[in-house]
């Protein structure tokens, strides 16, 4: 058994752990539930010796972790899946562990055929995937044979048949009589594996009780109650007799009722008195995550928002018109046009007024009176210089035009300086 008496620790002048008191009795699974930072990991480490508490205590079958003989016989834990030398295969890493402790090397192949390693165990563990790493940590755990045993979020990594595998086997494991104190944030998981829930809020413990009992004092049972579609007069006539009789209505988007403040025997006889033929009369009670979403909303520390994108937006220069919406886009199954194709038009030359010479095509406008069908102009292309004007001189009287000088041989750009 695990009890913790006044526990408290302190990192600084911040408290992870305030005043907690709590049993963790063997032959159950017990859930270790509660927000991002309230305590849980440290309140595993505190239990395991690995942190020292700046009050309060904390034994294991009356001892503390550090005082009990052989401890990774009697206890065993899984805190971080990750602790583990990579270079390690997963046999060496469950051997030196054992040889550590005393414990035959049999056992070794044993937890590896439980967790389901033994095809890879001469494997190095830094090429094992997230959940192959959980096995090799429980397989850990399990090595000594201990009758405590602690699991920090176990099922991370695992997939549906390992999640199924780590159920069984916590539940199999309280059955022998073993301690069994598991923490998760899968409510899930835990209504369907833990017995016993010790929840935990900013430090402090919020509640110690059955699963059931967790339910029943965090949600409200209601009564699904649905009369004909076809005729809603009854429906009306249902509503004002139950809340006659002591009972609160509030109808459904479906059209159904949701009755509470009266049990199901007493909505059927009133159905029954005022003759109205009922659909569906049927019971309804909270999940295990509502209760505990409505009992943990005040001891979150780390709440998320609705994303409003403020901020992060460029604000449009003055005048300029919004983007029009693209039709369709954001639902389900749009996808975004693909570009154009080898000879299309992806940029369509903007309409130039009669008169002015057309545009070129990024949208820069040719050159000012060039003719008709001119060639547009280069926007990359530097301005040539211009020389200064002077007056043209009288033109000279016409004369036969100079023989063409031999144009230069063109530059032969394969040589490397050429080519520079």
Same mark, same amino acid.
């Given at each position: 058994?695990?009890?913790?008496?006044?526990?408290?620790?302190?990192?600084?002048?911040?408290?992870?752990?305030?005043?907690?008191?709590?049993?963790?009795?063997?032959?159950?699974?017990? $859930?270790?539930?509660?927000?991002?930072?309230? $305590?849980?990991?440290?309140?595993?480490?505190?239990?395991?010796?690995?942190?020292?508490?700046?009050?309060?205590?904390?034994?294991?079958?009356?001892?503390?972790?550090?005082?009990?003989?052989?401890?990774?016989?009697?206890?065993?834990?899984?805190?971080?899946?990750?602790?583990?030398?990579?270079?390690?295969?997963? #046999?060496?890493?469950?051997?030196?562990?054992?040889?550590?402790?005393?414990?035959?090397?049999?056992?070794?192949?044993?937890?590896?055929?439980?967790?389901? @390693?033994?095809?890879?165990? #001469?494997?190095?563990?830094?090429?094992?995937?997230? *959940?192959?790493?959980?096995?090799?940590?429980?397989?850990?755990?399990? @090595?000594?044979?201990?009758?405590?045993?602690?699991?920090?979020?176990?099922?991370?990594?695992?997939?549906?048949?390992?999640?199924?595998?780590?159920?069984?086997?916590?539940?199999?494991?309280?059955?022998?009589?073993?301690?069994?104190?598991?923490?998760?944030?899968?409510?899930?998981?835990?209504? @369907?594996?833990?017995?016993?829930?010790?929840?935990?809020?900013?430090?402090?413990?919020?509640?110690?009780?059955?699963?059931?009992?967790?339910?029943?004092?965090?949600?409200?049972?209601?009564? #699904?109650?649905?009369?004909?579609?076809?005729?809603?007069?009854?429906?009306?006539?249902?509503?004002?007799?139950?809340?006659?009789?002591?009972?609160?209505?509030?109808?459904?988007?479906?059209?159904?009722?949701?009755?509470?403040?009266?049990? @199901?025997?007493?909505?059927?006889?009133?159905?029954?008195? $005022?003759?109205?033929?009922?659909?569906?009369?049927?019971?309804?009670?909270?999940?295990?995550?509502?209760?505990?979403?409505?009992?943990?909303? $005040?001891?979150?520390?780390? #709440?998320?928002?609705?994303?409003?994108?403020?901020?992060?937006?460029?604000?449009?220069?003055?005048?300029?018109?919004?983007?029009?919406?693209?039709? *369709?886009?954001?639902?389900?199954?749009?996808?975004?046009?693909?570009?154009?194709?080898?000879?299309?038009?992806?940029?369509?030359?903007?309409?130039?007024?009669?008169?002015?010479?057309?545009? *070129?095509?990024?949208?820069?406008?040719?050159?000012?009176?060039? +003719?008709?069908?001119?060639?547009?102009?280069?926007?990359?292309?530097?301005?040539?210089?211009?020389?200064?004007?002077?007056?043209?001189?009288? +033109?000279?009287?016409?004369?036969?035009?100079?023989?063409?000088?031999?144009?230069?041989?063109?530059?032969?750009?394969?040589?490397?300086?050429?080519?520079?």
């Amino acid at each position: 058994m695990i009890e913790a008496v006044g526990l408290t620790k302190r990192y600084g002048d911040k408290t992870a752990v305030y005043n907690l008191s709590f049993q963790v009795r063997p032959g159950a699974v017990t $859930g270790f539930l509660g927000p991002n930072g309230s $305590g849980k990991s440290t309140t595993m480490r505190m239990i395991l010796g690995l942190d020292n508490p700046s009050a309060g205590r904390v034994t294991i079958g009356g001892y503390p972790y550090r005082k009990l003989p052989n401890a990774p016989r009697q206890v065993g834990a899984l805190l971080d899946a990750k602790a583990v030398h990579g270079g390690r295969s997963a #046999r060496n890493h469950l051997l030196s562990l054992a040889q550590l402790s005393g414990i035959p090397a049999r056992r070794v192949d044993e937890v590896l055929g439980v967790v389901g @390693l033994h095809d890879v165990a #001469r494997r190095r563990s830094k090429g094992f995937s997230l *959940g192959m790493g959980q096995r090799l940590g429980i397989a850990a755990a399990l @090595l000594g044979d201990p009758q405590v045993l602690l699991f920090d979020e176990p099922v991370n990594g695992l997939d549906p048949e390992g999640i199924l595998w780590v159920r069984n086997l916590m539940k199999s494991l309280a059955a022998e009589g073993r301690t069994v104190f598991v923490s998760s944030h899968l409510m899930s998981e835990m209504a @369907l594996t833990a017995d016993h829930l010790i929840v935990i809020g900013r430090g402090q413990l919020m509640a110690d009780m059955s699963v059931k009992d967790f339910i029943s004092a965090n949600s409200a049972d209601f009564a #699904r109650v649905r009369t004909p579609d076809t005729e809603p007069q009854q429906r009306e006539k249902l509503s004002a007799a139950i809340t006659e009789a002591g009972g609160h209505v509030l109808p459904e988007q479906d059209g159904a009722l949701r009755v509470t403040g009266l049990p @199901l025997p007493r909505i059927s006889d009133i159905a029954h008195d $005022g003759d109205v033929r009922l659909w569906e009369l049927s019971p309804h009670q909270a999940s295990l995550e509502e209760a505990y979403m409505r009992m943990t909303q $005040g001891a979150v520390d780390y #709440r998320s928002t609705i994303d409003q994108k403020e901020g992060l937006q460029q604000q449009l220069p003055p005048g300029a018109q919004p983007p029009m919406p693209v039709p *369709g886009q954001g639902q389900p199954g749009w996808y975004a046009p693909p570009p154009p194709q080898q000879g299309g038009q992806p940029f369509a030359p903007p309409q130039s007024p009669p008169g002015q010479a057309p545009a *070129g095509p990024y949208g820069a406008s040719g050159v000012p009176g060039a +003719a008709p069908g001119a060639p547009a102009a280069n926007p990359y292309a530097q301005p040539a210089p211009q020389a200064p004007q002077t007056p043209a001189p009288a +033109a000279p009287p016409a004369a036969a035009p100079p023989a063409a000088a031999p144009s230069a041989p063109a530059a032969d750009l394969t040589k490397p300086e050429d080519a520079r």
